[in-house]
């Protein structure tokens, strides 16, 4: 599954000091991304943006989560454990948000996990330095659960069972069961971060726990983080017909979960999970799965009121492209002018060629 595979010296007073929820220092934007060269240093100046005026919000776009991405991906190798942490509880704590709608936090998520593809001795290496910068961790206990969760799959992979040999499919369980018990004793202070619930949803869902089980933790960990995508994202791919699931399943989840989040969100997530979805299937979307492209237009169009991202108004375009939406696809292409780049998700669909489809009247 696409979650499945996704997504070293900062010591001594101030790394023993940080807290997951209540970091003592004021967030400042972009501290994270320092714009002179070196290893990190914590200042309450560093790096810090100009805001277009005085107390006005600093804007976060799909660049900055890319970084974002970029700088965990880089941190626990780096030994850089007292940064991380301090970007995990500043972005939880100010529920920090790109203008296409993603979580700056994801960018953490994909860090730790992507780590934890390295051999088992090396992540020791790594739990033990990050236990020695940062003693009084809260985040530590959750990225141990993490950790074992990754083992498991590590040592499984991703094939069906019928493929997989016995010894790897004992390995996978012996990692899901101490990645439960990590998330048990984590319990505490982990439920204060989507990573916990996360992890507990892939734990959960791997494990086979019952359906009641399952969507009491699904409820639990969504009343906590209400638009926090990749929770809505696991627990739609434990509904796919490789986990037992059907596609009528995924969408009765699917209208769920608009109504859920329409508040604020409008009906965007149904194009989010479809989106999602797709990556699991093989064919077109709209003949494999229950997805129809008169609601997945309105989830565009309310993803791209709210989220007016470049990125957004292109997958709009691309997948209006592929639905033969000639009328909708001439108006995308025109609105986005030079920013145009379709294809993103769509092997096969491209600028040149909806620019074609669009107005050529052939």
Same mark, same amino acid.
């Given at each position: 599954?696409?979650?499945?595979?996704?997504?070293?010296?900062?010591?001594?007073?101030?790394?023993?000091?940080?807290?997951?929820?209540?970091f %003592?220092?004021?967030?400042?934007?972009?501290?994270?991304?320092?714009?002179? %060269?070196?290893?990190? &240093?914590?200042?309450?100046?560093?790096?810090?943006?100009?805001?277009?005026?005085?107390?006005?919000?600093?804007? /976060?776009?799909? +660049?900055?989560?890319?970084?974002?991405?970029? @700088?965990?991906?880089?941190? @626990?190798?780096?030994?850089?454990?007292?940064?991380l942490?301090?970007?995990?509880? $500043?972005?939880?704590?100010?529920?920090?948000?790109?203008?296409?709608?993603?979580?700056?936090?994801?960018?953490?998520?994909?860090?730790?996990?992507?780590?934890?593809?390295?051999?088992?001795?090396?992540?020791?290496? /790594?739990?033990?330095?990050?236990?020695?910068?940062?003693?009084?961790?809260?985040?530590?206990?959750?990225?141990?659960?993490?950790?074992?969760?990754?083992?498991?799959?590590?040592?499984?992979?991703?094939?069906?069972?019928?493929?997989?040999?016995?010894?790897?499919?004992?390995?996978?369980? +012996?990692?899901?069961?101490?990645?439960?018990?990590?998330?048990?004793?984590?319990? #505490?202070?982990?439920?204060?971060?989507?990573l916990? =619930?996360?992890?507990?949803l892939?734990? #959960?869902?791997?494990?086979?726990?019952?359906?009641?089980?399952?969507?009491?933790?699904? $409820? +639990?960990?969504?009343?906590?983080?209400?638009? /926090?995508?990749?929770?809505?994202?696991?627990?739609?791919?434990y509904?796919?017909?490789?986990?037992?699931?059907?596609?009528?399943?995924?969408? #009765?989840?699917?209208?769920?979960?608009?109504?859920?989040?329409?508040?604020? +969100?409008?009906?965007?997530? =149904?194009?989010? @999970? =479809?989106?999602?979805?797709?990556?699991?299937?093989?064919?077109? =979307?709209?003949?494999?799965?229950?997805a129809?492209?008169?609601?997945?237009?309105?989830?565009f169009?309310?993803?791209? &009121?709210?989220?007016?991202?470049?990125?957004?108004?292109?997958?709009?375009?691309?997948?209006?492209c592929? #639905?033969?939406?000639?009328?909708?696809?001439?108006?995308?292409?025109?609105?986005?002018?030079?920013?145009?780049?379709?294809?993103?998700?769509?092997?096969?669909?491209?600028? $040149?060629?909806?620019?074609?489809?669009?107005?050529?009247?052939?």
């Amino acid at each position: 599954m696409r979650f499945h595979t996704m997504r070293a010296r900062a010591r001594g007073l101030l790394a023993a000091s940080i807290c997951l929820l209540s970091f %003592p220092f004021a967030a400042q934007a972009q501290w994270w991304d320092p714009p002179r %060269p070196g290893p990190w &240093k914590d200042s309450s100046t560093f790096g810090r943006p100009q805001a277009a005026q005085p107390g006005a919000p600093v804007v /976060y776009t799909r +660049e900055h989560l890319e970084k974002a991405r970029r @700088i965990s991906n880089a941190a @626990i190798p780096n030994g850089e454990f007292a940064k991380l942490e301090r970007m995990h509880a $500043e972005f939880v704590r100010d529920k920090v948000r790109t203008t296409d709608g993603a979580w700056l936090v994801e960018a953490v998520q994909d860090g730790i996990d992507n780590s934890f593809q390295s051999p088992n001795a090396i992540v020791e290496g /790594y739990l033990r330095d990050w236990e020695r910068a940062v003693p009084d961790s809260k985040l530590l206990p959750v990225v141990k659960a993490m950790r074992w969760q990754r083992a498991a799959w590590n040592a499984r992979g991703g094939g069906s069972s019928s493929t997989t040999p016995g010894e790897a499919q004992q390995l996978f369980r +012996e990692g899901l069961a101490k990645a439960a018990k990590a998330l048990k004793d984590s319990e #505490a202070v982990g439920k204060e971060t989507p990573l916990w =619930y996360w992890t507990a949803l892939i734990v #959960a869902g791997s494990s086979g726990a019952s359906t009641e089980a399952f969507d009491a933790l699904f $409820e +639990e960990a969504v009343n906590r983080f209400p638009t /926090y995508h990749t929770l809505y994202y696991t627990r739609a791919n434990y509904l796919l017909p490789q986990w037992g699931g059907n596609f009528k399943r995924i969408d #009765a989840f699917v209208q769920q979960s608009v109504k859920r989040t329409s508040a604020t +969100e409008g009906s965007a997530f =149904y194009a989010w @999970i =479809y989106l999602d979805v797709l990556e699991s299937i093989n064919g077109d =979307y709209l003949k494999v799965t229950e997805a129809t492209w008169p609601k997945m237009k309105q989830a565009f169009e309310d993803l791209v &009121k709210r989220y007016p991202d470049p990125w957004n108004r292109n997958l709009y375009a691309t997948f209006a492209c592929r #639905a033969r939406d000639r009328e909708t696809t001439a108006r995308l292409l025109g609105e986005l002018g030079k920013e145009a780049q379709l294809g993103a998700l769509s092997p096969g669909v491209t600028t $040149e060629g909806c620019t074609r489809f669009a107005f050529d009247k052939v």
